[in-house]
């Protein structure tokens, strides 16, 4: 249903070019907007007009239409005046009205059919039918992009992201819970995955910038057809919760550049605590301090090379050395050799996982 507000700036608009007063009720005949405010004088004849089987009428001096949404009756149009001008100016504004409840329906309903398939509430067939009454292009180059940003900060993200995406009329935008916004973009024939990660950065920028927020954004595969949105969207959503966990620093996380993360975010917890006892020879997790962690992914960026990690972290070689030591004699790992270090590199990771479940489970 359209707005009080919209119905408002409506009939401002055609009042002030018409100079007539015009009013628009409930089927309870109360005034929802008018032009002046001699809206009440009208009541009473508004809600006689609501049970008659007329759909027009012309009553003391003003012409009455109904307005209906889908069949069901929803406003009483009232423009006052009697001649041939003004039962034009009517039925005009009458069809007006009647164009911005369809607009509406329909945009609602293409969201609640969105929102469905995204869930995957869905039957083929349902999807089928409801694509051909809503205009939607069953097949068509499709991605979902998922943005996790802090709506209460700011409550005019959806609007901002709206009116980046919604110019075509072919992507849309909802949320299906109250921490990510949602968005099914129609793709070009000649949009790739470069495309697509310039877009997402692009959005992150744009959040950073204009509303000050710290936004991350990750997406799916292409995809091809309407049915699939559900597919890009969970991978869009695994690349999220992925990211979270062990890609902190990236703001665009791609479903098809998971790595590793991948596999270890689908292992039960009793292979993660298997796969640690055995690395490190106890049940418990062990803990590193931070000087520690950052030394170790220093060093894994510079490929395993002493020199070049010491200068990064502005500390002598010889330092370096010695936190590598230490952490072999509490690991038994030696990260200077490649299999040692490709193991640890994977603990942590599972060690970061096994938080991320500890977390959620509370």
Not at 71 to 94: H, M, P, R, W, Y
């Amino acid at each position: 249903m359209i707005t009080n507000q919209l119905l408002q700036h409506t009939l401002d608009g055609i009042g002030g070019i018409t100079g007539k007063s015009l009013y628009v009720f409930d089927t309870q005949a109360n005034v929802l907007a008018q032009t002046d405010s001699e809206g009440s004088s009208y009541a009473d004849m508004a809600k006689s007009f609501t049970s008659s089987e007329e759909d027009t009428a012309e009553i003391s001096g003003a012409y009455f239409t109904k307005i209906h949404d889908d069949g069901e009756l929803c406003f009483i149009l009232v423009v006052s005046g009697d001649s041939a001008k003004d039962n034009q100016l009517s039925g005009l504004t009458a069809f007006t009205l009647s164009g911005l409840l369809d607009a509406y329906r329909q945009k609602y309903d293409k969201e609640d059919f969105i929102k469905n398939l995204l869930l995957d509430n869905l039957l083929l067939v349902d999807i089928m039918n409801r694509s051909q009454k809503l205009h939607i292009t069953m097949r068509a180059r499709r991605v979902v992009f998922l943005v996790e940003a802090d709506r209460e900060k700011d409550s005019h993200i959806m609007e901002i992201i709206r009116s980046i995406f919604s110019g075509t009329g072919r992507d849309f935008i909802t949320a299906v819970d109250e921490k990510d916004i949602i968005i099914v973009k129609e793709l070009g024939a000649d949009e790739d995955q470069e495309d697509i990660e310039q877009t997402a950065e692009a959005l992150v920028d744009m959040l950073n910038t204009e509303v000050m927020v710290n936004a991350r954004v990750s997406y799916g595969t292409i995809i091809n057809e309407i049915k699939e949105v559900s597919k890009s969207y969970k991978e869009a959503k695994m690349a999220l919760d992925v990211g979270n966990i062990f890609y902190r620093h990236r703001t665009v996380i791609a479903y098809s550049n998971l790595g590793i993360g991948r596999l270890i975010y689908q292992l039960p917890l009793p292979l993660c605590k298997m796969f640690i006892s055995e690395i490190f020879g106890t049940d418990e997790v062990p803990e590193f301090d931070e000087e520690t962690l950052t030394t170790i992914r220093k060093f894994f960026e510079n490929n395993l090379n002493v020199s070049k990690t010491s200068r990064e972290l502005y500390i002598h070689r010889n330092t370096l050395v010695y936190r590598l030591e230490k952490l072999n004699a509490m690991t038994n790992l030696d990260i200077n050799v490649f299999d040692d270090a490709i193991t640890f590199e994977i603990a942590l990771m599972v060690i970061e996982y096994m938080k991320y479940l500890d977390s959620i489970s509370y």
